[in-house]
């Protein structure tokens, strides 16, 4: 009888080890800045998020895909937000969406951590580690951070000082800043 119960505990908690809760986006902001070569002169804008689908495994985010939909880029200044979006940068027509995907889980608890994925801008998907900070709002959680992108290893060379070495004022800062904010929730479902 012992071995019964000991059993029908050791089963019961893998199965609640082993169950799965998708996560819901309430909220998203996604900014950007991007700077000249060799002044101080800066352009920040946003975008939108396009979808995501996030799923918690015990207290491990096992899956976090994020994308983003390049058809919003925005900015105050139309010119150059006419100019991201065509093929000397993100040719958003034929390349509509950014994605981030998580490679390796992550733990669900406040604190900062390093989180690994794959960003793919223009079909070209390369290994990122951005620094992800964690918190609690109420029974939700909010995840931030930000990280530089170099879009030259995206193909995105227009102007770069590493390709065009005598641009001078006309440089164009290799790196990018990405900055976001999402605040996930369980639709329902209590979170630890």
Same mark, same amino acid.
């Given at each position: 009888?012992?071995?019964?119960? /000991?059993?029908?505990?050791?089963?019961?908690?893998?199965?609640?080890?082993?169950?799965?809760?998708?996560?819901?986006?309430?909220?998203?902001?996604?900014?950007?800045?991007?700077?000249?070569?060799?002044?101080?002169?800066?352009?920040?804008?946003?975008?939108?998020?396009?979808?995501?689908?996030? /799923?918690?495994?015990? %207290?491990?985010?096992?899956?976090?895909? #994020?994308?983003?939909?390049?058809?919003?880029?925005?900015?105050?200044?139309?010119?150059? #937000?006419?100019?991201?979006?065509?093929?000397?940068?993100?040719?958003?027509?034929?390349?509509?969406?950014?994605?981030?995907?998580?490679?390796?889980?992550?733990?669900? /608890?406040?604190? %900062?951590?390093? /989180?690994?994925?794959?960003?793919?801008?223009?079909? #070209?998907?390369?290994?990122?580690?951005?620094?992800?900070?964690?918190?609690?709002?109420?029974?939700?959680?909010?995840?931030?951070?930000?990280?530089?992108?170099?879009?030259?290893?995206?193909?995105?060379?227009?102007?770069?000082?590493?390709?065009?070495?005598?641009?001078? %004022?006309?440089?164009?800062?290799?790196?990018?800043?990405?900055?976001?904010?999402? %605040?996930?929730?369980?639709?329902?479902?209590?979170?630890?």
């Amino acid at each position: 009888m012992k071995n019964i119960i /000991v059993f029908l505990f050791l089963l019961c908690s893998c199965t609640l080890m082993g169950q799965s809760s998708t996560l819901e986006v309430l909220t998203s902001e996604i900014n950007w800045k991007g700077k000249a070569a060799f002044n101080a002169y800066s352009l920040a804008g946003t975008l939108q998020l396009k979808k995501s689908e996030f /799923v918690l495994k015990g %207290e491990s985010l096992s899956t976090a895909t #994020i994308t983003m939909d390049m058809k919003t880029i925005a900015s105050d200044n139309k010119q150059l #937000i006419k100019h991201l979006k065509s093929k000397d940068f993100f040719e958003v027509k034929r390349f509509p969406e950014a994605t981030f995907s998580l490679s390796e889980a992550v733990t669900l /608890v406040a604190g %900062e951590q390093l /989180v690994e994925g794959m960003l793919t801008v223009k079909s #070209i998907s390369l290994p990122i580690s951005i620094p992800l900070v964690i918190t609690k709002k109420g029974e939700n959680w909010v995840m931030s951070g930000t990280v530089m992108v170099d879009r030259t290893k995206y193909g995105i060379k227009f102007n770069s000082p590493t390709y065009f070495e005598k641009l001078k %004022e006309q440089a164009i800062a290799d790196e990018f800043e990405l900055a976001f904010a999402l %605040e996930l929730t369980a639709g329902g479902q209590l979170l630890k």
